[in-house]
């Protein structure tokens, strides 16, 4: 509880001790939903940043780069003696008007990629500024989560140090069934929360995966 509590302000702390008192674990569907609006937020921004670098199709820059490539393959010609640009002025048939036209071509292909490039860097500025808006949102998300978390972690503290063991000794005391019964259920109740509070700590752990490093 040492971490989540250094992230988070002495008002923040508070506000967490006081919510943390008012959890119900009696009560099953707000059990069911305890935390569900920070997790479902960073879940969908988690979404949203995959689809954002699924979207971004290089294809463009690559089927470029790829015919680059192949152009100066072409350079690479071989005859009997040698290979290369040797070998190429070796050969009779391979004019020097001819290896102009091939560095004139070349030379065009690589004007098209530092457009295609410029026009990326375009595209990818806009995309930067608009994950750091998404990202400063995330981090109020991940804020918010982690209060919900120590203040579950509190409440399952205070519940199996003090709420529990008082009705296990009524229990032990009156040797009662319904007594038992009511100790057996605040036991049970008390895993059934851990469980979700376990399960907001997952959503915690992928938000920290995935903030920008």
Same mark, same amino acid.
């Given at each position: 509880?040492?971490?989540?509590?250094?992230?988070?302000?002495?008002?923040?702390?508070?506000?967490?001790?006081?919510?943390?008192?008012?959890?119900?674990?009696?009560?099953?569907?707000?059990?069911?939903? &305890?935390? $569900?609006?920070?997790?479902?937020?960073?879940?969908?921004?988690?979404?949203?940043?995959?689809?954002?670098?699924?979207?971004?199709?290089?294809?463009?820059?690559?089927?470029?780069?790829?015919?680059?490539?192949?152009?100066?393959?072409?350079?690479?010609?071989?005859?009997?003696?040698?290979?290369?640009?040797?070998?190429?002025?070796?050969?009779?048939? @391979?004019?020097?008007?001819?290896?102009?036209?091939?560095?004139?071509?070349?030379?065009?292909?690589?004007?098209?990629?530092?457009?295609?490039?410029?026009?990326?860097?375009?595209?990818?500025?806009?995309?930067? $500024?608009?994950?750091?808006?998404?990202?400063?949102?995330?981090?109020? &998300? &991940?804020?918010?989560?982690?209060?919900?978390?120590?203040?579950?972690?509190?409440?399952?503290?205070?519940?199996?140090?003090?709420?529990?063991?008082?009705?296990?000794?009524?229990?032990?005391?009156?040797?009662?069934?319904?007594?038992?019964?009511?100790? @057996?259920?605040?036991?049970?109740?008390?895993?059934?929360?851990?469980?979700?509070? @376990?399960?907001?700590?997952?959503?915690?752990?992928?938000?920290?995966?995935?903030?920008?490093?």
């Amino acid at each position: 509880m040492k971490e989540l509590e250094g992230a988070l302000s002495k008002e923040e702390i508070a506000q967490v001790e006081e919510f943390s008192k008012k959890i119900d674990i009696n009560n099953t569907n707000a059990i069911i939903q &305890y935390g $569900a609006g920070p997790q479902k937020k960073m879940a969908d921004f988690s979404e949203k940043t995959l689809e954002n670098v699924r979207s971004k199709d290089l294809g463009e820059v690559g089927g470029l780069l790829s015919g680059l490539v192949t152009e100066i393959k072409g350079f690479d010609i071989e005859d009997e003696k040698g290979s290369g640009l040797f070998g190429f002025f070796k050969k009779k048939a @391979n004019s020097l008007t001819e290896i102009k036209a091939r560095y004139d071509k070349v030379e065009v292909n690589v004007d098209k990629i530092v457009k295609s490039l410029d026009k990326h860097q375009i595209t990818l500025l806009k995309d930067v $500024a608009m994950l750091d808006q998404m990202y400063a949102l995330n981090q109020t &998300y &991940y804020k918010e989560l982690s209060m919900y978390i120590l203040a579950g972690k509190k409440k399952i503290q205070h519940m199996k140090t003090v709420d529990l063991p008082e009705l296990q000794k009524k229990a032990q005391e009156s040797g009662s069934a319904e007594d038992a019964q009511k100790a @057996n259920d605040m036991s049970a109740m008390i895993t059934r929360f851990e469980k979700k509070v @376990n399960d907001l700590m997952l959503t915690r752990m992928i938000a920290i995966q995935t903030a920008p490093q």
